[in-house]
């Protein structure tokens, strides 16, 4: 008696192990907007309400196109269960069907998900900081430079009729362009052409 029991239960979990194959659930992700979800964790669960199916669970990451893919290994009795995909918060079901999935092997069942969300909003990158650093100076210069020019006219006036000698190439160049002239002629950081433009020997006015 104990044997046949024995056989029945090993027939039984090979019956399930036989019938077992692969399911695959694939699609793309993407915000109310029609953003794709990038790099962004999907939770595979069974539903709540059903009881008999615990042995989901799974979480898969979408890409750099918001797509993703499940790969679940389940039998018969998983035909027409619900299971829940989270993502960000947000619930969607699917349903299981393995009849379809039978009559196209190769191919997975297709689910795109659409998050009633919005994409989040991220701040400015350094890179971006910095553009925007060094506009804003060149502006306030040019704003300096200008009120200098209508309020002083004469002095603004003697300041570009000022010639010096590059200290690198012996050049002769108006006083307000050697900075610049360090710079991209000569390959120089702005901090030591400031400092070398200092030693500039002046040769009229």
Request: net charge negative; glycine share 2%; hydrophobic share 40%.
């Amino acid at each position: 008696m104990n044997k046949l029991l024995l056989v029945s239960i090993l027939l039984l979990a090979f019956s399930n192990i036989v019938s077992a194959e692969v399911y695959t659930i694939s699609g793309y992700t993407t915000f109310s907007d029609g953003t794709p979800v990038k790099n962004t964790k999907i939770i595979v669960e069974c539903s709540v309400n059903e009881y008999n199916c615990t042995s989901i669970n799974d979480m898969v990451i979408t890409d750099l196109n918001g797509e993703y893919q499940i790969i679940l290994d389940i039998n018969k009795s998983y035909n027409g269960k619900k299971l829940s995909l989270e993502i960000l918060g947000e619930y969607f079901v699917h349903t299981i069907e393995l009849k379809s999935q039978n009559e196209t092997q190769q191919k997975p069942v297709i689910q795109d998900i659409q998050l009633n969300q919005n994409p989040p909003t991220y701040p400015l990158s350094f890179s971006a900081c910095c553009v925007f650093l060094i506009f804003s100076i060149a502006f306030i210069i040019a704003i300096s430079r200008t009120f200098n020019r209508i309020f002083n006219p004469k002095e603004e006036f003697i300041i570009d009729r000022i010639i010096v000698i590059c200290p690198i190439c012996n050049g002769n160049l108006p006083n307000h362009l050697l900075i610049r002239h360090l710079i991209v002629e000569h390959d120089i950081a702005a901090s030591d052409a400031a400092n070398i433009s200092e030693q500039a020997t002046i040769t009229k006015i």
